[in-house]
Each structure stands twice: as C-alpha cells, then as structure tokens.
C-alpha cells in the first residue's frame, strides 16, 4: 500500500515519498504529513523482544516505503546505517538513559542522517541526476549530514554554520571531510544560514544544482527516529513506559509521536525543554508565543523559540500552526499563529513539558556523576531533570543524545575531569580543516555556488 503525503497547510496536491524526500518542504511552506498512519498489532510489537536493532528498523520504515524501495535495497541500507550499539542503561529502579550517542558523529542526528543518505541517494541514481543538499546547522546536524553523505556518489552536501556558535569540536566534524562535502562558514547567527537556505531553495538561476535540504522539515528525518522508540520498549519488560525527550525543533519527539500513533504503548511523553520554554506555556494556557530571539543556554541543540515541527504536533491534534507570510514575497510577518485550535484536552492527556534552567542542568551533571557515576551532557541532562519534575510513574526512558565530549569545557568546569573522547571522535582534533568564510549575505553564497566545481 503506497502512503501519500499531505501539507499541514493544504494547499498543495499529496505527495509521494520520493517527492517527499527530494523536495523537504512543499511550496506551500507547511510540513509533509503521512494521510495515513500505518499501525502494528500488539503481537507484532511483543515479537520485536527477539529481533535486533536493524530487523525493527526495516520493520518500521518498510511500511512507508514499501512501494518505493524494494525490501532487499532497504535491508541493506539499514544494515549500513545502524553498525553502531544502541544501549538501553539503566540508572536506577525504573529509570534508564536511551544512548543515542554511539555514531560517527556522536549525536542521535546519525539515526536520521544515515538513512535519508542512503534514501537520497538510491532515488538519486534511480532518476539519474545528481542532487545537492544545502543545509544550514546549529552544530550537530552539520556533522551527522556530512558523515552520512560522505563519499556518495550522487549526492553532494554543502553546510552553512554559524563561525561563532558552533564549538570546535562540531565545526572539524563538518571542515575536515573534504570530497563531496563543503563547508561554509557564516559571519552570522543560525537563523542567518537557515535563511541564506531558504532563499537558494527559491532562485531559480540556481535551478540546475538540484538542491534539496537535509534540515528535520524532510519527512525522511522522522522515519528512523520512530524506530529507537520501538526498540528501547521492547528491551523493557513492561506495559508501558515514559519518555523524556530533550526537544529543540521537536523532530525526535515527532519520531516519538508517530510511534504511539502506530502503536506503541507510550503512557506518556515528558517534553524537556530549556530555557526556551514556549512549549511548556503553550500546553498550559492554549495560547502559543515563540521565544524571539531564543535563549542561548548550553543545551546549544535545542536553543530554538520556535519549533519547526511543532506544525506537525499541532496538526496530528486536529489544529493548525502556520507562520503568516506576505503572499507576494514569501517573507514570514508573524511566526507561530495558531488557525485552529487542536484537542488541547488530548494533548495534556499525552504530554506533559517542563522548563529546565542552567543550574538544575549543571546540577544533575553532577549529581548523576557522583551518584551513579553516569556522565552525561548538558542535553541529556535537560531530559532527565524534566523526567524527575514530571514525577510519572516508571518505568521511565530519558534519551541522552549527545557524547559528553562534544562539550568537554562544560564537564570539565563541574567535575574537573576530562570526558573520555569515544572511537568516533577520535583523531579529530589534528585532522586538516577546509571550509570557506563568508559575511552574512546571500549574494555572496550565491557566486561561491555558482563558482564552485562540483566533484
Ligand atoms: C538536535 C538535537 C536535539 C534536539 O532535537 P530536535 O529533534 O531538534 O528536537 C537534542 N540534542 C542534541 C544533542 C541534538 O543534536
């Protein structure tokens, strides 16, 4: 059964999943949803307690896919991707840290990454034509894109990154690559790279690169996060269980939501949050008010005041979240206006959001440190102070998605040890950089691509 695609806004026809993949967000600025949610039995989902992590991942993804990879191709692709651990730690009683952290690039953005790659470039090659990916980072998905993408044949990845904010750590994961992947550099704030984005989606006189965005707007990123969900229940010897998920622009906790949709016994999900607490406020009052300009804790992945996939949320709920655009230009006026209200009675039935500051973050490092001598970083430990504030029933699941060595200043100022550097970093700070550096201007980025010899 082939599963179509349709805007959160409606107003563009349904889409298949190849379409989908390619063009990330339909022209109508909204999000792809699936018009139909498949679901598993109950004994289909008890039977993942005897299959690994790679047979689950077919499993899930193969049912939005069916028609448009063949089994054997997919099979393969997931056996690429995932040839790394995923391990369900438990803490203490009913409480366990989901590791997402085990990848090439030490963050859960490989999950996603490593298969819409691999997705990208099989449709690339079935159509013939090579594409390019621009994307624009805050720090992890740079790194996990130009991993996953590395070496690939027909498809070729440019990052766009903030100079200032991305540690030196992520900035070498995205500059020292080289082959089909550059890297550019941006005098410039996140939201600056995402624009420069979004305008080469829209200029013609780039037309013939193909591009295409890697950004968690593509549907392509959630499918392979419904699968950890999946994975770390049928590891537990329980009913239900709680998640805690430290949320940015809310794609991990969509691959949450879509699992539950499908099936899966989840009592409740615990949406963690910094500092940028609209979430949290919304679920109370019913009113939604972006964070503008968002706060910049050190949870540096989830410093977002507007969730892009909140759209999606909202939509799953029966309501209608759009940013106002000007008709003629596509300019956004006012971000986040809420057309209809969804089933906000059902929603605080599912979800429940707390706001954790810096302190009780660096508080938690420490106390999981001495305690239980668990290391964990700034994100993961976002997840598991909002987990103990909701006070749920166990068992419960926090995701740490981040190695703490991708943040070695902030271990070591609370415990004054280093954090030990994993395989998957290793080497990387001698590693050679290449990137290019340009002020915040898209004509600029422009001449670069158009200048640039593709390999
Ligand atoms: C991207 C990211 C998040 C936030 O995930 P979203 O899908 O944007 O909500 C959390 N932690 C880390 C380490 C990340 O890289």
Same mark, same amino acid.
């Given at each position: 059964?082939?599963?179509?695609?349709?805007?959160?806004?409606?107003?563009?026809?349904?889409?298949?999943?190849?379409?989908?993949?390619?063009?990330?967000?339909?022209? +109508?600025?909204?999000?792809?949803?699936?018009?139909?949610?498949?679901?598993?039995?109950?004994?289909?989902?008890?039977?993942?307690?005897?299959?690994?992590?790679?047979?689950?991942?077919?499993?899930? /993804?193969?049912?939005?896919?069916?028609?448009?990879?063949?089994? @054997?191709?997919?099979?393969?692709?997931?056996? +690429?991707?995932?040839?790394?651990?995923?391990?369900?730690?438990?803490?203490?009683?009913?409480?366990?840290?989901?590791?997402?952290?085990?990848?090439?690039?030490?963050?859960?953005?490989?999950?996603? &990454?490593?298969?819409?790659?691999?997705?990208?470039?099989?449709?690339?090659? *079935?159509? %013939?034509?090579?594409?390019?990916?621009?994307?624009?980072?805050?720090?992890?998905?740079?790194? &996990?894109?130009?991993?996953?993408?590395? =070496?690939?044949?027909?498809?070729?990845?440019?990052?766009?990154?903030?100079?200032?904010?991305?540690?030196?750590?992520?900035?070498?994961?995205?500059?020292?690559? %080289?082959?089909?992947?550059? &890297?550019?550099?941006?005098?410039?704030?996140?939201?600056?790279?995402?624009?420069?984005?979004?305008?080469?989606?829209?200029?013609?006189?780039?037309?013939?690169?193909?591009?295409?965005?890697?950004?968690?707007?593509?549907?392509?990123?959630?499918?392979?996060?419904?699968?950890?969900?999946?994975?770390?229940?049928?590891?537990?010897?329980?009913?239900?269980?709680?998640?805690?998920?430290?949320?940015? =622009?809310?794609?991990?906790?969509?691959?949450?939501?879509?699992?539950?949709?499908?099936?899966?016994?989840?009592?409740?999900?615990?949406?963690?949050?910094?500092? =940028?607490?609209?979430?949290?406020?919304?679920?109370?009052?019913?009113?939604?008010?972006?964070?503008?300009?968002?706060?910049?804790? @050190?949870?540096?992945?989830?410093?977002?005041?507007?969730?892009?996939?909140?759209?999606?949320?909202?939509?799953?709920?029966?309501?209608?979240?759009?940013?106002?655009?000007?008709?003629? !230009?596509?300019?956004?006026?006012?971000? %986040?206006?809420?057309?209809? &209200?969804?089933?906000?009675?059902?929603?605080?039935? +599912?979800?429940?959001?707390?706001?954790?500051?810096?302190?009780?973050?660096? *508080?938690?490092?420490?106390?999981?440190?001495?305690?239980?001598?668990?290391?964990?970083?700034?994100?993961?430990?976002?997840?598991?102070?909002?987990? *103990?504030?909701?006070?749920?029933?166990?068992?419960?699941?926090?995701?740490? !998605?981040? +190695?703490?060595?991708?943040?070695?200043?902030? /271990?070591?100022?609370?415990?004054?040890?280093?954090?030990?550097?994993?395989?998957?970093?290793?080497?990387?700070?001698?590693?050679?950089?290449?990137?290019?550096? /340009?002020?915040?201007?898209?004509?600029?980025?422009?001449?670069?691509?158009?200048?640039?010899?593709?390999?």
């Amino acid at each position: 059964m082939k599963i179509l695609f349709r805007s959160t806004n409606r107003e563009v026809p349904e889409a298949t999943f190849k379409e989908v993949i390619f063009k990330g967000q339909p022209e +109508d600025y909204g999000l792809y949803m699936p018009v139909f949610i498949p679901s598993l039995r109950r004994d289909e989902i008890e039977m993942f307690r005897q299959k690994s992590y790679t047979d689950i991942a077919t499993d899930i /993804i193969r049912r939005f896919t069916a028609d448009e990879i063949p089994l @054997s191709k997919l099979e393969q692709m997931v056996l +690429d991707a995932y040839n790394f651990d995923v391990p369900l730690q438990r803490v203490h009683n009913g409480f366990y840290l989901l590791w997402l952290t085990k990848g090439p690039t030490a963050s859960f953005k490989d999950f996603a &990454a490593r298969i819409l790659a691999r997705m990208m470039e099989y449709f690339a090659k *079935e159509e %013939g034509r090579k594409i390019t990916v621009l994307v624009a980072t805050s720090g992890d998905t740079g790194g &996990a894109v130009a991993s996953a993408f590395y =070496n690939l044949e027909n498809v070729r990845v440019v990052v766009l990154f903030p100079y200032k904010e991305v540690t030196e750590r992520q900035r070498r994961q995205m500059t020292t690559l %080289g082959g089909n992947i550059s &890297a550019v550099a941006v005098d410039g704030k996140f939201d600056d790279c995402q624009a420069i984005v979004k305008i080469s989606f829209n200029d013609g006189a780039l037309q013939h690169l193909s591009l295409t965005s890697a950004n968690s707007i593509n549907f392509g990123r959630l499918l392979p996060q419904m699968v950890y969900y999946f994975y770390a229940y049928s590891r537990l010897d329980a009913e239900d269980v709680v998640f805690s998920v430290p949320s940015g =622009n809310f794609g991990n906790l969509m691959g949450g939501v879509f699992a539950k949709r499908m099936g899966l016994p989840v009592r409740r999900f615990v949406v963690a949050v910094n500092e =940028n607490d609209e979430f949290p406020n919304f679920l109370q009052t019913g009113n939604y008010q972006p964070v503008v300009p968002s706060k910049e804790c @050190s949870s540096n992945a989830m410093n977002v005041g507007h969730p892009s996939n909140l759209a999606r949320l909202v939509d799953l709920y029966g309501g209608h979240l759009t940013d106002e655009r000007d008709k003629a !230009t596509g300019k956004v006026i006012r971000k %986040g206006v809420l057309k209809v &209200a969804p089933d906000m009675e059902r929603m605080r039935n +599912d979800f429940v959001s707390y706001s954790v500051s810096e302190e009780e973050v660096d *508080e938690v490092i420490v106390r999981f440190y001495k305690r239980y001598g668990v290391l964990v970083e700034p994100h993961g430990a976002v997840g598991i102070k909002a987990a *103990e504030k909701s006070g749920e029933e166990p068992p419960l699941v926090s995701l740490e !998605t981040a +190695d703490p060595a991708k943040f070695p200043e902030k /271990i070591r100022g609370l415990l004054g040890i280093e954090p030990p550097i994993p395989p998957s970093l290793a080497g990387l700070d001698n590693k050679k950089e290449s990137f290019e550096f /340009i002020g915040n201007d898209y004509e600029e980025f422009k001449r670069y691509l158009l200048n640039k010899n593709f390999v």
